[in-house]
């Protein structure tokens, strides 16, 4: 490595006021025009290391080790420096370009913002120039509208063109394409490398990563644990970590998804041996001791020669089979169809504007299925299943449950009740919205079984005994049943959503992008909670965006797009 | 701050899988009594409250009794807040007063809230023709300024304590009506309340156990930060003649009846002003403490 290193980190640690030891010695360095992205689930630490490299970290955060920019140690510079620095040498890209925007200025002047936050004046036609480089059509006239008039890749774009204004020697993008649809990620990322600079690229989606960055680091508990070619990383899979990450992920795995055990470790507590070694199926007793040096790109004990304590940990692994998709007997051909959509339409009028949500679509849902459905954001997806679930009543067309009548265009009646008798049950994005932020979780998951149809009398203790199974069911036994879903992490609630889900025995699970607000890990886990719960006489339909995903899961995919759905199996 | 905790190798998966956060769930009571501020807050009202329960049984003067012979006596043994322009005496006025213009603020904030939960709950819930008009109507008493309204309302009626309490519940209900019927829109579009109307359970049982618990909470909270306001309020309107009519007592009243010798007995306006402040400084302690502590969202 005898190249200048834009960035350096070495040996850095970050502790939060909160007592959180969020990053716990990080040496790496991106050298000049290179793509270097950090890589790792929620809470590992990523986006701390990328903060502190242009001081953006909360005043009372104690930060010890080194970064240096163009021989600038950032943790050691004045506030003057570091405004020097930032927008001059270095640029800076927020995951969510209309957060990042005001809505009331024209995108032209938050471009222009490169220039006056530094006291100068605009050079003539730069902001036209540095937006028509980024591949923006009519760039005269878009830079004269206002945020919202654009598309989020688009004004990614334009935030990267603000960002590169002064063609700094870095960029550091935190997130910068998970708030946009897959298929503008990939613009969006060669945009960000267009603009010649070294590239700290923070990113939970190692599949897109590895598209384009030239080297990937990968985080688990405030520490890189593997550093290297993003091809030989994605190839070799050395550290177990990485592998289980791999294995999670649809489109870079082979088969369904196959899910992480364990949780990563609380960091307000010190780590005695290697962080991962908790989860890690390949753990020996000098795991728990000491803590693995890295070496070669990798930092684990299983690529370093020792002569003691080599010998393998056993431990009592859960030997609950994991189901696997081409296990599962395909659907009947002649299965009874659950439910049903005939050409249905819905149209949502906003004062004089009409947006066509759903076109004159037609969809059959039969036992033992499971139906994708994928599209961009907006295409109409969540609108159609809400149309079959009776939560809507649709413009033009029919419903039909269980071979009957449910809704009708017209008729404001539902023709059906059997949607208001579990027959579907739905899992939404967000799991922590989608509980009551008031009540114990056990009251959450027997809810359905409450319902006057059932005639159920259960006692409170009943009830509790009842949600603990469910909830030992999705694998949360130790999980306290009296715990409020702000207690719980994101993906423990979503599993709370399928016990309470799993409760109401419905025919069809209506699930609306279930993973997409979760970690790779966790959701692998959520979608074969979904697989298990098929049988001959049930059915899921599943909408995502995520189409590598709904292929390895799913019968049939359905592509949707503008309000129509198109078959392709 | 760094925490240690012994290290079990053996245990470490086990550990891993149990190492998640133990909350103690304590009663809403308890979590405002452990908050500071709260505790200052609560400790105050209750003082106050034994003042104006309890004081009036065991001090023995008769707040309505004048004694001409004896007007604005100074503190002293006799009385120990000395005596007010007709000689009566000012500690068991201020403790009567206090009764009237606590109880009556409650009071008026407890029917104006209920009224405007019943309104704000059946518009957000029904919409249609009743949401129209309840809105409309909510805007249009909003547009005036609760002041001023209230003294038109007593302007009609006449004076007098009740006429009073019924201006402040005819001026200031609109609000709360409007408050619920915003959370109840949001509330019935939320996930939780889908996947129960999905599971079977119908619209009556999810108001009361999904939406109403929701919306009482965002109230309590209003309603304590609200509370000195109102105080202020009934005592401002006496204090302009519009309630309590002589010779009974109310703080506003005081003040302003005892404005005229504020240069030789200024006792008699200290009292009943610091009264005033220290409710509305009570009520506002606890209502911010409780907005920090009913957020469901907040960990403890």
Redesign the interface.
């Known amino acids: 490595m005898n190249e200048i290193a834009t960035i350096q980190y070495q040996g850095l640690n970050v502790t939060y006021a909160t007592g959180v030891h969020a990053v716990r010695g990080v040496s790496f360095d991106v050298r000049r025009g290179e793509c270097l992205s950090l890589v790792g689930e929620s809470g590992c630490g990523k986006t701390t290391m990328s903060h502190a490299a242009l001081g953006l970290l909360p005043a009372n955060t104690r930060l010890s080790g080194s970064i240096n920019i163009n021989n600038i140690d950032i943790l050691a510079a004045s506030s003057n420096e570091l405004r020097q620095l930032r927008g001059l040498v270095a640029g800076f890209v927020v995951q969510d370009p209309y957060a990042a925007c005001n809505p009331l200025a024209r995108v032209e002047d938050h471009v222009a913002e490169a220039w006056h936050a530094h006291g100068m004046t605009v050079p003539d036609q730069a902001v036209v120039q540095g937006i028509t480089e980024l591949g923006i059509q009519e760039p005269g006239t878009m830079i004269r509208r206002y945020p919202h008039q654009w598309s989020g890749g688009m004004l990614q774009r334009a935030t990267i063109a603000a960002a590169s204004a002064h063609n700094p020697n870095l960029i550091i993008a935190d997130e910068p394409t998970s708030a946009l649809d897959a298929d503008r990620a990939d613009t969006t990322l060669e945009a960000l490398k267009q603009t010649g600079a070294a590239l700290l690229l923070v990113s939970h989606d190692l599949a897109v990563v590895s598209r384009h960055a030239d080297r990937i680091a990968i985080c688990y508990a405030g520490k890189v644990v593997e550093i290297g070619d993003s091809q030989e990383i994605i190839k070799e899979r050395r550290h177990p970590y990485t592998s289980g990450l791999l294995k999670a992920i649809p489109s870079l795995h082979e088969g369904l998804p196959e899910p992480m055990p364990g949780y990563p470790p609380d960091l307000r507590y010190q780590i005695a041996g290697c962080a991962f070694a908790p989860r890690c199926p390949h753990a020996m007793n000098i795991c728990l001791e000491t803590p693995p040096k890295m070496a070669n790109g990798v930092a684990c004990h299983l690529y370093v020669e020792h002569d003691h304590a080599k010998e393998k940990i056993t431990r009592q692994t859960s030997t609950k089979e994991l189901p696997r998709v081409s296990d599962r007997p395909p659907p009947e051909v002649k299965a009874k169809v659950l439910a049903e959509a005939r050409e249905v339409s819905k149209t949502y009028r906003q004062g004089t504007r009409l947006t066509h949500a759903v076109r004159s679509a037609s969809l059959q849902i039969k036992q033992g299925e499971i139906v994708g459905i994928s599209g961009p954001s907006g295409c109409g997806k969540s609108t159609l299943l809400r149309l079959l679930a009776t939560m809507e009543i649709p413009d033009a067309g029919e419903v039909y449950l269980d071979g009957e009548l449910a809704t009708r265009a017209g008729s404001k009646k539902i023709h059906s009740n059997l949607a208001r008798k579990a027959y579907l049950m739905p899992v939404f994005q967000d799991p922590i919205s989608s509980l009551d932020a008031r009540w114990p979780i056990w009251r959450t998951i027997v809810e359905p079984l409450t319902a006057p149809h059932r005639k159920n009398q259960l006692s409170k203790e009943q009830s509790r005994q009842i949600a603990y199974d469910l909830l030992k069911g999705v694998g949360l036994e130790n999980v306290d049943i009296e715990a409020r879903p702000a207690e719980l992490s994101v993906g423990q609630c979503q599993r709370v959503a399928i016990a309470r889900v799993l409760a109401a025995k419905p025919k069809i699970i209506i699930a609306d992008e279930p993973t997409s607000a979760l970690d790779v890990s966790v959701s692998a886990s959520i979608l074969h909670l979904l697989v298990e719960f098929i049988e001959q006489e049930r059915a899921i339909v599943i909408v995502s965006h995520d189409r590598p995903m709904l292929n390895v899961l799913c019968d049939r995919v359905l592509e949707m797009y503008d309000g129509l759905l198109v078959s392709n199996s | 701050?760094?925490?240690?905790?012994p290290?079990n190798?053996l245990d470490?998966?086990a550990?891993?899988?149990?190492?998640?956060?133990?909350?103690k769930?304590r009663k809403v009571t308890a979590r405002l009594w452990r908050h500071s501020q709260a505790r200052i807050g609560m400790i105050l009202g209750i003082l106050l409250l034994c003042f104006v329960i309890i004081g009036p049984i065991i001090y023995p003067h008769d707040p309505a009794k004048p004694d001409y012979g004896n007007k604005l006596a100074p503190p002293g043994s006799q009385h120990i807040l000395g005596t007010d322009q007709s000689g009566r005496d000012q500690l068991a006025r201020l403790m009567e007063g206090g009764m009237r213009s606590l109880g009556s603020a409650l009071l008026v904030l407890g029917s104006v809230s209920s009224a405007g939960l019943v309104i704000g709950l059946i518009a957000g819930m029904s919409g249609g023709w009743f949401d129209a008009l309840a809105m409309r109507l909510v805007d249009v008493m909003m547009a005036l300024p609760g002041m001023v309204m209230a003294i038109a309302v007593v302007g009609v009626l006449g004076p007098g304590f009740i006429n009073l309490l019924v201006a402040l519940v005819i001026s200031s209900w609109a609000y709360y009506a409007r408050l619920t019927r915003s959370y109840v829109l949001t509330a019935r579009q939320?996930?939780?309340v889908?996947?129960?109307?999905?599971?079977?359970?119908?619209w009556g049982r999810v108001i009361f156990t999904?939406i109403l618990?929701?919306v009482l909470t965002q109230l309590i909270v209003i309603v304590t930060l609200n509370l000195g306001s109102m105080i202020a309020w009934i005592s401002g309107l006496s204090f302009l003649g519009l309630g309590v009519q002589p010779p009974k007592a109310e703080w506003g009243a005081m003040l302003s009846g005892s404005r005229f010798y504020f240069t030789f007995a200024p006792w008699l306006l200290l009292g009943p002003a610091i009264l005033i402040f220290l409710s509305v400084i009570s009520a506002n302690l606890i209502g911010n403490a409780l907005r920090d502590i009913l957020d469901?969202?907040?960990?403890e």
């Not at chain 2, 469901?296 to 960990?299: D, E, I, L, S």
């Open positions: 701050m760094s925490f240690t905790r290290f190798p470490a998966a550990e891993i899988e149990t190492a998640l956060p133990v909350v769930h939320r996930q939780d889908i996947s129960a109307r999905l599971a079977g359970i119908g999904h618990p929701g469901p969202k907040a960990n």
